[in-house]
């Protein structure tokens, strides 16, 4: 499984509903892909930003969505609610 974490910038003054619904209809496009397993919105316990945790069944699969016009479409409508820039990291599952 290939498994990819991304550390949200703070979403802008305002937007926070705005940003909360464009993850779930992402979700609905995103979750028709082949490989596609989950996309899960995570919320920091004590301040903080978003984050998300994503898996696929492997790299290719996702590489696939990430190379998508849909995923294209995505950024371009969530990029004006961040005061930065998200910041993935990619994992292989070694062990479960």
Do not use: C
């Not at 910038?9 to 892909?33: H, L």
């Not at 930003?49 to 696939?64: I, L, R």
């Amino acid at each position: 499984m290939f498994v990819v974490v991304i550390a949200f910038p703070p979403i802008k003054a305002g937007k926070d509903a705005e940003f909360r619904q464009w993850f779930d209809a992402s979700n609905q496009v995103f979750s028709k892909y082949k490989g596609f397993i989950s996309r899960k919105l995570l919320k920091p316990v004590e301040g903080g930003n978003y984050a998300a945790v994503v898996e696929f069944s492997d790299q290719a699969t996702f590489q696939a969505l990430h190379s998508s016009a849909d995923h294209e479409q995505a950024g371009a409508r969530v990029k004006p609610l961040f005061d930065g820039k998200p910041k993935p990291t990619f994992y292989e599952v070694i062990s479960e």
